[in-house]
């Protein structure tokens, strides 16, 4: 669910124009400095909750359960302009911010699943990995949210995982003419 929200919030910014990568954490890199980007995960510090189906006042409700499932995600950003200040930089991430709080507002309310905000705070150098007393080339927030999936009741189809190799591809035939070191019918 954290993934198809980060690639809707994704598209969302990118129609309005807005230049900020969006990705989804575990990121493959660390992040040095504060370089634009939005990254989403999911909140492991809270746990997912369960809860009754949202249509239960119907007979055969879709979904046996609703799941609230708990996200965060980080905005990290920087003022371009020379001389920026720190304050120019935290003014920068609250637009940042602003724009992915309603371009995942926008996104729920068109599926029709339930948003919640629990809080939205700026992260110290420390946490963002920066040293004490290194220069805080930027500003960066966490968001930390809940949205509510549904559960459905599926059944498995018993299609098995890809092996990465093929069966029914012959191998090739590798000859050298003239060669017997190199020519591998040889062997």
């Known amino acids: 669910m954290i993934g ?9 910014l990118k129609a309005r124009k807005y230049p900020l990568p969006v990705y989804v954490a ?5 992040r040095g400095g504060f370089s634009h980007a939005v990254v989403f995960a999911r909140d492991t510090a809270r746990a997912d909750a369960l809860a009754a189906p949202l249509a239960a006042n119907q007979k055969n409700p879709e979904s046996p359960f609703n ?4 996200g965060a995600v980080r905005v990290f ?5 020379a001389g920026s200040r720190p304050r120019d ?3 920068a991430c609250d637009l940042a911010c602003d724009a992915v709080i309603t371009a995942m507002y926008r996104i729920c309310k068109a599926k029709r699943l339930p948003l919640a905000f629990v809080d939205s705070r700026i992260l110290s150098a420390e946490e963002c990995g920066l040293a004490n007393g290194e220069a805080f080339p930027g500003a960066a927030a966490e ?4 949205v509510t999936t549904l559960v459905r009741d ?3 189809k018993g299609e098995g995982l890809p092996t990465g190799a093929a069966s029914d591809v012959a191998l090739p035939v ?3 003419p003239g060669n017997p070191d190199l020519d591998v019918e040889a062997l």
């Open 67 to 70: 799941r609230v499932v708990a």
């Open 154 to 156: 599926v059944t498995y």
């Open 174 to 176: 590798v000859t050298s």
């Open 4 to 12: 198809e929200l980060a690639d809707a919030v994704a598209a969302d």
């Open 26 to 30: 575990p990121e493959r890199m660390t």
């Open 89 to 91: 930089h935290m003014n």
């Open 143 to 146: 968001i930390r949210f809940s």
């Open 77 to 81: 950003t920087f003022d371009p302009r």
